[in-house]
T-cell receptor
């Protein structure tokens, strides 16, 4: 079954404690990205990756890091989480932007609370 | 001005009604357009891509108006199961970014 898998789905942590949210896709997609969703602000892109070892900042990259060492995995790293990073996070993948290949497949989301 | 704007709603409509949503975008070079559906606390899922000539999928019709820089979604014969938030998504030409609107919430009432 084609899917994007995120872990953990739910996490409560404290300020400053490094954490990683993993994302894996089994569709051989070149494009992967991370979003955060906050009430009234919609989904905002944090980082994206066009292929292995190729990443770029989205609209809200501050406080986050990513890596793309393998095609299937795209972890999101919060080196020193702060309360303003409390949010619902989605990982997504696609063949690449464009009308015919641009469908984004989303993971189920990771709800992160930073105290 | 936001890059992609949608009326947040909620749109409360009776079963069987026809409802339409608009979404405006600011980047005239935008190339690809999509409508996604998101149920409460769930991941967004593609409803349909939007083609220049307009396209239809069952009860759903999407239109693109490049001159006025908006896309629309028409839902005919609304069902209770259509209740969700509808997200407009734009991919500006030459970029790898997907820009999401904040969504329009639809409630179909029995």
């Amino acid at each position: 079954e084609a899917q994007v898998t995120q872990n953990p789905r739910y996490l409560i942590t404290v300020t400053g404690k490094k954490l990683t949210v993993t994302c894996s896709q089994n569709m051989n997609h070149e494009y992967m990205s991370w979003y955060r969703q906050d009430p009234g602000l919609g989904l905002r892109q944090i980082y994206y990756s066009m292929n292995v070892e190729v990443t770029d900042k989205g609209d809200v990259p501050e406080g986050y890091k990513v890596s793309r060492k393998e095609k299937r995995n795209f972890p999101l790293i919060l080196e020193s989480p702060s309360p303003n990073q409390t949010s619902l996070y989605f990982c997504a993948s696609s063949q690449g932007p464009g009308r015919n290949t641009g469908e984004l497949f989303f993971g189920e989301g990771s709800r992160l609370t930073v105290l | 001005r936001k890059e992609v704007e949608q009326d947040p709603g909620p749109f409360n409509v009776p079963e069987g009604a026809t409802v339409a949503f608009n979404c405006t975008y600011s980047n005239s070079a935008s190339q690809s357009f999509f409508w996604y559906r998101q149920d409460c606390r769930k991941e967004p899922k593609l409803l349909m891509s939007v083609y220049s000539s307009g396209n239809e999928d069952g009860r759903f019709t999407a239109q693109l108006n490049r001159a006025s820089q908006y896309i629309s979604l028409l839902i005919r014969d609304s069902k209770l199961s259509d209740s969700a938030t509808y997200l407009c998504v734009v991919n500006p030409s030459g970029t790898y970014k997907y820009i999401f609107g904040t969504g329009t919430r639809l409630k179909v009432l029995a």
